[in-house]
Antibody, heavy 120, light 106 residues
Framework: EVQLLESGGGLKKPGGSLRLSCAVS????????MNWVRQAPGKGLEWVST????????YYADSVKGRFTISRDNSKNTLYLEMNSLRAEDTAVYFC?????????????WGQGTMVTVSS | EIVMTQSPATLSVSPGERATLSCRAS??????LAWYQQKPGQAPRLLIS???TRATGIPARFSGSGSGTEFTLTISSLQSEDFAIYYC????????FGQGTKLEIK
């Protein structure tokens, strides 16, 4: 069974940093683009970032550009999100999501999410 | 940025009845439109992509239609497990989600 398991969430003060991980299993990681999508408490879904299958192309929402960095280690089947200069508005559940292909934009498998809280 | 607008915000329907959810794009997204279902405390689940193609394992009572700027998700005969929040998402130019429609039991 295809699985995505996020980790690394927690409570951080504004201005702090955090690194999220998403370990995947049961599919050929190198064949697919990967994504991060977040959901603030009681709110809807917001796309955060995408990385292509090889890791050479990355894309970001304007709200996180310059502060967040997406990366992947294909040898470890793991996706990452490095989050710097955290703000209160970054408080959300962060989901990793597998793309259907090389960057189709259809998110066909999702992890259960990891909660990030930014508060003083 | 393409803005996706879903209506209504909340839809109350009785089990066994039909539910129709709408999604409008601020500019054409062709057929590059997906629908997701999310239940409380769970991750979203892909229902439909390409505006009308059901994902693997999705029951036939779920159907999608539309192209361009107007899209519809129809659930033909509501089961108890269908009461959830539904999001549309365009992937024609970047990726943006609608704000969601909460489908509740009447």
């Amino acid at each position: 069974e295809v699985q995505l398991l996020e980790s690394g969430g927690g409570l951080k003060k504004p201005g702090g940093s955090l690194r999220l991980s998403c370990a995947v299993s049961a599919f050929t990681f190198t064949n697919y683009a990967m994504n991060w999508v977040r959901q603030a408490p009681g709110k809807g879904l917001e796309w955060v970032s995408t990385i292509n299958n090889g890791g050479g192309s990355t894309y970001y929402a304007d709200s996180v550009k310059g502060r967040f960095t997406i990366s992947r280690d294909n040898s470890k089947n793991t996706l990452y999100l490095e989050m710097n200069s955290l703000r209160a508005e970054d408080t959300a559940v962060y989901f990793c999501a597998k793309d259907r292909g090389y960057g189709v934009g259809v998110f066909d498998i999702w992890g259960q999410g990891t909660m990030v809280t930014v508060s003083s | 940025e393409i803005v996706m607008t879903q209506s209504p915000a909340t839809l109350s329907v009785s089990p066994g009845e039909r539910a129709t959810l709408s999604c409008r794009a601020s500019q054409s997204v062709s057929s590059n439109l997906a629908w997701y279902q999310q239940k409380p405390g769970q991750a979203p689940r892909l229902l439909i992509s390409g505006a009308s193609t059901r994902a693997t394992g999705i029951p036939a009572r779920f159907s999608g239609s539309g192209s361009g700027t107007e899209f519809t998700l129809t659930i033909s005969s509501l089961q108890s497990e269908d009461f959830a929040i539904y999001y549309c998402q365009q992937y024609n130019n970047g990726y943006t989600f609608g704000q969601g429609t909460k489908l509740e039991i009447k």
